[in-house]
């Protein structure tokens, strides 16, 4: 390696460094932005909220639909890291039942960014199919493991659980008023 090679890696490190940032502030603005019924936000106001330059935001996610996937994505890894969290305080039913709450926080706070990427893309996305399976696979083993504890009843697939969670956030109506709702379907999942 000569003193060229060497003098270069600081700066590249830092520019990737940058890159990062600069990314994941694009997704902190646009995931702000698309967190609102109906919003119909543009590339440019994206890039304004993010305090960067279109030509950033465009070097970031060439359209709307790969910042809109990007979002997606996002959420779903998000769901499957706190599926794979382990709090040994907490009971097996608890760490399951924890797992759905942040399951209907996901799917209410989704809901905008995939409705925004049903529009521009149809159903011709990858991430839906994608998504849906690796939030099933990270789910299972919290359902499997509440199920043998006798925690949790046996009546339901982790796929009817989902759909029922699911069927809770898209109630009409304010977050305290769902609240309840989801609070009495988690505790009819009880054994």
């Known amino acids: 390696m000569d003193a060229r090679t060497s003098s270069?890696?600081?700066?590249?490190?830092a520019r990737r460094a940058d890159a990062r940032r600069n990314r994941e502030r694009i997704l902190a603005a646009a995931r702000d932005a698309f967190n609102k019924p109906a919003a119909d936000v543009s590339m440019a106001e994206i890039a304004r909220r993010a305090g960067i330059g279109p030509a950033t935001l465009y070097r970031n996610f060439a359209n709307r639909r790969g910042?809109?996937?990007?979002?997606?994505?996002d959420e779903?890894?998000?769901?499957?890291?706190?599926a794979a969290e382990t709090d040994a305080v907490r009971g097996?039913?608890?760490r399951f039942l924890g797992w759905l709450?942040?399951?209907?926080d996901y799917f209410v706070s989704k809901r905008f960014v995939a409705e925004a990427l049903l529009e521009h893309a149809g159903t011709e996305s990858p991430v839906f199919g994608t998504g849906y399976a690796r939030v099933v696979a990270a789910g299972r083993p919290l359902l499997q493991a509440a199920v043998v504890s006798g925690d949790i009843r046996t009546e339901l697939s982790l796929e009817q659980i989902l759909?029922?969670?699911?069927?809770v956030a898209k109630i009409p109506g304010s977050a305290?008023?769902?609240q309840p709702i989801l609070e009495v379907?988690?505790?009819?999942?009880?054994?």
């Not at 270069?8 to 490190?13: Q, T």
């Not at 779903?76 to 706190?82: F, Q």
């Not at 379907?185 to 054994?191: D, I, P, Q, S």
């Open 185 to 191: 379907v988690l505790a009819t999942l009880g054994a």
């Open 76 to 82: 779903i890894d998000a769901l499957c890291a706190a």
């Open 163 to 167: 759909d029922l969670i699911a069927s």
């Open 92 to 94: 097996q039913s608890d």
């Open 67 to 73: 910042l809109l996937e990007a979002l997606y994505v």
């Open 101 to 104: 709450r942040r399951f209907y």
């Open 176 to 178: 305290d008023y769902r």
């Open 8 to 13: 270069h890696e600081p700066r590249d490190a």
